[in-house]
């Protein structure tokens, strides 16, 4: 009998493998591909457009504070709205909007920066020409980051996910891995084929290199979805389902509509109240609620707060070190090396994660990330200013492997728990949470111009440390130990 039930059970469970859907791995490499040329824009535009900005407006940060603080702000304002239309739009109308959104705003961005650089003494000779090219440069690159989000929300925390459906939990984790892989390879690669270029080019030929960039692989990257979404079945599936949710939600909402000139109540109203009703009703506002309604709202601050920071290889830090006549170059190649640590996170969390949970893995993560960040604090004390800044950059660079692992496990952790109605929802919100709190740390760069940003990393070892207090309390609803036992058991 027990032989029996054994060759049921084993039979059954060769059954399920069996019944396991194949993932084509030739749609797997696609994906790849598209997203590695789309992020390489994206880094490269990230990378290049405070250099840019610093030389506009030498000794001065002002240019480059300011463009951090549009692009920001955008992000941070209307990245719940991007969210919610990825969510109401089939997959395809998406892929539209973002490629040629994204690419044909850096393409004006680009062409803008040549035009400045064209003209090094355009802003004393004509200063109004000067400030709508830059309008215009700051406008477009902020366009083409929001469009960046739409492709980000729908790779990453969509289409990865449908598509790992039906697997072992391994195969997220991997792919997981892999794209975050792509990302830092194009923030490794990109800034240190630019500082090539400028350092022995020039800074023109590094714009027309971007805009020619953009141009080109636009038709390459949507080629290369569309055959995926046509590819892969469960993608095709869960575009179906999306419309029949769309369409029933549509059916309820006229089916409860009820017309507010004939509500005697609502035309009594104050003209306050129903700007507050208006407001709560808002897409905006609906999917904050949204996201504070989630499990993972705690994980989700917790990584938001590591935004606000300028230790890292962002706009601000970048300016600096040129600043500081640090070469360009050297300072492609110190991100380049920061996203080199980052590249070995996506190796090292797999291994972690077969160990320990995505809660357990991501708490190991922040604090080798919060100790390797010990070295730019030191750096203060450093007279050599040179040196000061080449700790600075070891320290952010080191920091890197824990930031990234930190991420992943975050990440997992919203796919794992975030319904797939809610999924892209919950992407742009937290997208505009970090935002904002990135734009926080941009603003430092308004108060005081001249100020070392080495005097900032006060501020952001501050929100570092604090944001390490949401994160272990995630356990509390998920049912995890204590935060001590977290870090050393399994």
């Not at 449908?162 to 984790?173: A, I, W």
């Not at 509509?257 to 407001?279: A, C, F, H, K």
């Not at 504070?292 to 590591?306: E, F, H, R, S």
Request: with cysteine.
């Amino acid at each position: 009998m027990e032989e029996t039930e054994t060759r049921v059970f084993l039979s059954s469970e060769q059954h399920q493998e069996e019944e396991e859907p194949l993932l084509p791995r030739s749609m797997v490499i696609s994906l790849y591909l598209g997203y590695f040329l789309a992020r390489w824009g994206a880094r490269t535009w990230e990378f290049s457009v405070a250099l840019y900005m610093i030389y506009l407006w030498p000794n001065s940060l002002f240019l480059t504070a300011m463009y951090g603080a549009v692009e920001s702000g955008s992000t941070a304002i209307f990245g719940p709205i991007v969210g919610q239309m990825i969510d109401g739009m089939s997959y395809v109308k998406v892929l539209r909007l973002w490629l040629v959104t994204q690419n044909l705003s850096f393409i004006v961005a680009g062409g803008s920066v040549i035009a400045l650089l064209l003209v090094p003494d355009l802003k004393s000779q004509n200063f109004p020409v000067f400030s709508a090219l830059v309008v215009l440069t700051n406008l477009s690159g902020a366009i083409g980051v929001l469009s960046t989000l739409a492709g980000t929300i729908l790779i990453e925390r969509d289409w990865v996910v449908v598509m790992s459906e039906g697997h072992s939990p391994d195969v997220l984790t991997r792919m997981n891995s892999v794209i975050r892989g792509i990302d830092l390879s194009s923030k490794l690669l990109s800034p240190v084929i630019t500082g090539l270029i400028i350092s022995f080019v020039s800074l023109e030929a590094s714009a027309v290199t971007f805009a020619a960039w953009a141009t080109i692989t636009v038709w390459i990257e949507y080629w290369l979805f569309i055959s995926v979404y046509n590819g892969v079945p469960a993608i095709l599936q869960s575009d179906e389902r999306r419309s029949l949710r769309l369409s029933s939600q549509t059916d309820i909402a006229s089916q409860y509509y009820v017309p507010l000139l004939n509500d005697e109540n609502t035309q009594s109203r104050s003209g306050n109240m129903r700007i507050l009703e208006r407001i709560s009703e808002s897409p905006f506002v609906g999917a904050w609620r949204n996201y504070l309604n989630q499990d993972i709202v705690l994980p989700g601050v917790a990584l938001a707060l590591l935004f606000f920071t300028v230790l890292s290889f962002g706009t601000l830090m970048t300016a600096t070190l040129e600043w500081k006549g640090i070469p360009t170059y050297i300072i492609g190649i110190g991100r380049g090396m920061s996203a080199g640590v980052g590249l070995t996170a996506t190796v090292v969390y797999p291994l972690l994660l077969s160990r320990l949970s995505p809660l357990r893995t991501g708490l190991w993560s922040f604090w080798s990330q919060w100790t390797c960040l010990l070295v730019c604090v030191g750096s203060i004390w450093v007279q050599k200013e040179k040196v000061a800044s080449y700790m600075l950059m070891a320290g952010v660079a080191a920091s890197r492997l824990g930031l990234w692992m930190f991420d992943l496990a975050v990440i997992q952790q919203m796919q794992d728990l975030v319904p797939e109605s809610d999924r892209c929802v919950v992407g742009g919100v937290q997208n505009s949470l970090q935002a904002a709190l990135d734009l926080m740390a941009n603003l430092l760069g308004f108060l005081d111009i001249d100020v070392d940003l080495i005097r900032y990393g006060f501020v952001s070892r501050s929100s570092l440390y604090s944001s390490s207090l949401p994160y272990p309390k995630t356990s509390v609803s998920l049912g995890e130990d204590s935060t001590i036992e977290q870090l050393f058991h399994s």
